[in-house]
T-cell receptor
């Protein structure tokens, strides 16, 4: 069965410092993994996705994530936080054998301190 | 692009009335659309999966007679909240899966429903 654990419910960083949002997953098969961002009262925007190609995935707005099968992790990083990065971030796993249904993590709220 | 719109973005209604929310894929055909519900500061909860031309598949605990879903075309799915009550107040988000691409979902901007 698939599941996603986002290890931090809230992360605060100073503007210009690195961002690390942690995600661990559980999957019986080869999963697809996604990071989505949600700004207040908005829908979800796809940041990046991993679908069995390169393990280091580059996304929009300078974000990237590395798929580590041995650690069952898919952590999201950014070298330098910007004020506009403040939002809620969701890690998502899906598998072909379950019809690619999305399983969401509980979300990580990112605060960027000026 | 892969743009999904929802209408309305915000709706306030009286208890006992019905509300229809539309979800449209603007620049692609979506054989499958999904309806989620999100409570404040919580993650998304899948309510139902909507396939074009067939009945929706509801998740356990979701009342299909209360949350009516219609997926009449490859670009439009509707969610009707029937006889709405204050506990139905929530943020409803739809997503669409592009035809031929089975992995990624593209999300709409959400609809805020407030039932008085």
């Amino acid at each position: 069965a698939q599941s996603v654990t986002q290890l931090d419910s809230h992360v605060s960083v100073s503007e210009g410092t690195p961002v690390l949002l942690r995600c661990n997953y559980s999957s019986s098969y080869s999963p697809s993994l996604f990071w989505y961002v949600q700004h207040p009262n908005k829908g979800l925007q796809l940041l990046l996705k991993y679908t069995s190609a390169a393990t280091l995935v580059k996304g929009i707005n300078g974000f990237e994530a590395e798929f580590k099968k041995s650690e069952t992790s898919f952590h999201l990083t950014k070298p330098s936080a910007h004020m506009s990065d403040a939002a809620e971030y969701f890690c998502v796993v899906s598998e072909t054998n379950t019809g690619n249904q999305f399983y969401f993590g509980t979300g990580t709220s990112l605060t960027v301190i000026p | 692009g892969a743009v999904v719109s929802q209408h309305p973005s915000w709706v306030i209604c009286k208890s006992g009335t019905s509300v229809k929310i539309e979800c449209r894929s603007l620049d692609f055909q979506a054989t499958t659309m999904f309806w989620y519900r999100q409570f404040p500061k919580q993650s998304l909860m899948l309510m139902a999966t909507s396939n074009e031309g067939s009945k929706a598949t509801y998740e356990q605990g979701v009342e299909k007679d209360k949350f009516l879903i219609n997926h009449a075309s490859l670009t439009l799915s509707t969610l009707t909240v029937t006889s709405a009550h204050p506990e139905d107040s929530s943020f409803y988000i739809c997503s669409a899966r592009r035809q031929g691409a089975t992995d990624t979902q593209y999300f709409g901007p959400g609809t805020r429903l407030t039932v008085l």
